[in-house]
């Protein structure tokens, strides 16, 4: 049993990197899915499926990531920091967003509108829970 799906999802992503993978499958849920399409957004991942696939007789639904690399083979994704973990939350405020990496990075905020990337939310002046930076 994982107990952050959403940093088991980030891990996944790093260590698939770090061998060069060209894709992931992930059990699916909602957030999972609007981190991916937050990341896929941004050009840090090249695409995010919802899929399903059959095992002994139930349909499990999963979330295929397709990595994305540069020329040089290296990662899109070169790092990652955990911001709000289960038994610690941090909030902020619109006004007190920082750049992340300066402004090479960004954070990752679930918001009260939805999960968005720390420059849209700055933008649509709304604060939240930062889930993790990644640059």
Known sequence: MVNYPIADMLIRIKNAQAVGKEQ???PFSNVKFKIAEVLKVSGLVQDVERKKKKEKKSEQEYLSIVLKYD???QPAIS???IVSRPSRHLYTSA???KQIRSGYGMAVISTSKGV???KEAKKHNLGGEILFEVW
Request: glycine share 6%.
């Open 24 to 26: 992931i499958l992930l």
């Open 71 to 73: 020329e040089e083979n």
């Open 79 to 81: 790092g990652f920091k």
């Open 95 to 97: 006004k007190d967003i």
């Open 116 to 118: 968005m990337s720390s």
